[in-house]
């Protein structure tokens, strides 16, 4: 039992170390060699656990969907409607890419592995349509042209953090929100994450 433990520990090591890493140096620029240097753990210890790079790359990914998943349904069951709900789940994703790093990875290695997007927009997309049959999107307005508005403004939010990494993107994103909408919903907004 303590051995099993103990190996849970170095592989867990191993993916904060690796979820770092990439997120701060992405896939490509990150090698085995300083994730087990960040880690403290010989690249044996790391080959047990991940036979290749793209192993831990998934494992990192995996641990960082997890963690979006987990608060987008947060986010999503504590709104008061659905277009509060699209504000909360963005705003919340933007936090958490500012603070961690297993989702910073996983949105960073989109480009490598399945999108990281797929833990999110299809929430995103449920809350819009049912906006959309409560009546409160302006006539005219598509979900899926907000689908991808939601999609550029939290990927755009990610590339201002990396920018600016001591912004606070979920505020900036949520004033966007308040003036997106303006435009596009049926009653004033009152949605502000700030």
């Not at 993916?15 to 770092?20: E, L």
């Not at 690249?43 to 987008?72: I, Q, S």
């Not at 790093?101 to 480009?111: G, I, M, Y």
Request: aromatic share 4%; charged share 25%; proline share 4%.
């Amino acid at each position: 039992m303590v051995k099993q433990e103990r190996a849970l520990l170095t592989r867990e090591r191993l993916v904060r170390a690796a979820a770092d890493a990439f997120a701060r140096d992405g896939y490509t620029g990150t090698s085995l060699q300083d994730i087990c240097r960040s880690a403290g753990i010989s690249m044996g210890a790391l080959t047990f656990h991940f036979a290749k790079k793209n192993d831990l790359a998934a494992a990192v990914k995996e641990a960082g969907v997890a963690v979006t998943r987990h608060a987008v349904e947060r986010a999503r069951r504590a709104a008061p409607d659905p277009l509060a709900g699209v504000v909360a789940v963005t705003c919340g994703l933007v936090d958490l890419l500012a603070h961690d790093s297993r989702v910073r990875a996983a949105q960073s290695l989109t480009h490598t592995l399945p999108a990281w997007d797929e833990a999110w927009v299809p929430q995103v997309r449920l809350l819009l349509d049912e906006a959309e049959r409560h009546g409160l999107l302006a006539p005219g307005v598509r979900t899926e042209t907000l689908v991808r508005l939601a999609t550029h403004l939290v990927h755009g939010a990610a590339a201002a953090l990396l920018a600016r990494p001591r912004t606070d993107g979920a505020a900036e994103l949520a004033h966007l929100w308040d003036l997106v909408l303006d435009g596009i919903g049926t009653r004033a907004p009152s949605h502000s994450a700030s």
